[in-house]
């Protein structure tokens, strides 16, 4: 019996339309040894199959181009998949595990993978601390910090603070939980500075003020684990004649070039990208993203991305995409198995104790 895997993509984010893309392409790639079930979470947060979710153009307007589509859901505690029929949720199909292919908000912050874990499933991407740890980009600084690894100096800011930098500009202004590029603003004064500032604060309650690194180069490394071994991809310098890598950068330009880091940087910065991965006790496939100071020789780690673009395929210059998502699925239910393991309860009299002294009042 051939094990089912659910491809999940898109979600309540402003990274929804880039997830999608990473989805439809695990999808097509997915070998077919196992039975796919696609399943897209649309801008409201709510759980959909349909017959046509890997055609892309249906997404310029999913509910009214989407065939015979259905809500589906997990139920907490069950690993199966329930769709709705005449208003009552009914099982589908048992799922062994979930390629998860969400970006951002809800889908790459921890709150899918805690979901998944409350219904034991299997999921291809770092746990629920993980991946709320390396989403929110003060506490990832404050464990880079921490751990001796380079980051560029920064602060946070709260609605309520005060609106001033005590860092000298430039800086980069942007939102704490997000991706892509969206919401960054590179400041060169105070009046750009309050600008970022209120953009920033309309996707994010915590934003991250931070030093612009000048002599730019920036760099991607990603890796995975399978099977205890780590597996480093190829470093590749994205070329960027900005200040920052925008969003239109990233997913719109028809221009966009990477080429590999001289051998001395590129080893410096896998060994750098493993110890991360390593420190955040990440699973699946993860990219980090550096920042390279060209003229005065200094690299700082900018950012993890858990859930990558693409799931960062294209860096793995010798490593077929579906064999990556083989070893994403198969090592998925190692993990679950490792952690299905672990004592999760204990018994004890102290409720029959305390009943018996009659403590329960108001």
């Known amino acids: 019996m051939r094990e089912t895997v659910l491809v999940l993509f898109g979600g309540m984010s402003v990274e929804s339309d880039i997830s999608v893309i990473t989805g439809v392409q695990a999808a097509n790639n997915l070998s077919n040894k196992f039975d796919s079930v696609f399943v897209y979470i649309d801008k409201t947060g709510k759980w959909w199959t349909a017959e046509n979710l890997l055609d892309l153009k249906i997404y310029a307007d999913f509910h009214k181009f989407a065939k015979k589509k259905k809500r589906v859901s997990f139920v907490v505690g069950e690993s199966t998949l329930f769709v709705k029929k005449n208003k009552k949720f009914i099982p589908l199909k048992k799922i062994d595990s979930v390629l998860n292919c969400c970006h951002g908000n809800l889908g790459e912050d921890g709150a899918v993978q805690g979901y998944l874990k409350c219904c034991y499933v299997p999921q291809t991407s770092s746990l629920t601390t993980s991946s709320a740890l390396c989403m929110d980009k003060s506490f990832m600084k404050d464990i880079f910090k921490a751990n001796g690894i380079n980051t560029p100096d920064c602060f946070i800011l709260r609605p309520k603070d005060s609106i001033k930098s005590t860092l000298e500009f430039p800086v980069i202004v942007k939102p704490c939980n997000l991706g892509s590029s969206i919401g960054i603003s590179v400041c060169h004064n105070k009046e750009e500075f309050k600008t970022a500032v209120a953009l920033a604060f309309e996707f994010d309650n915590k934003i991250l003020v931070e030093k612009l690194v000048e002599n730019l180069k920036e760099f991607n490394c990603a890796c995975f684990e399978y099977k205890g071994k780590m597996f480093l991809s190829s470093v590749c310098e994205v070329e960027n004649k900005e200040e920052i ?9 028809k221009n966009n070039k990477t080429k590999e880091a001289e051998q001395e940087l590129a080893a410096k910065i896998k060994a750098i990208t493993q110890k991360i991965y390593q420190l955040f006790d990440c699973q699946g496939v993860v990219r980090v993203d550096f920042l390279y100071d060209e ?33 994403l699925i198969e090592q998925s239910k190692i993990n679950y198995e490792k952690e299905s393991h672990l004592i999760k309860s204990f018994d004890s009299e102290a409720i029959q104790v305390f009943a018996s002294v009659k403590t329960i009042k108001k």
């Open 295 to 327: 003229k005065n020789s200094v690299l700082y780690a900018n950012e993890i991305n858990t859930i990558p673009g693409s799931l960062a395929f294209y860096l793995f210059k010798d490593t077929n995409f579906k064999d990556l998502l083989n070893c």
């Open 245 to 253: 890598y925008t969003f239109e950068d990233k997913y719109l330009s």
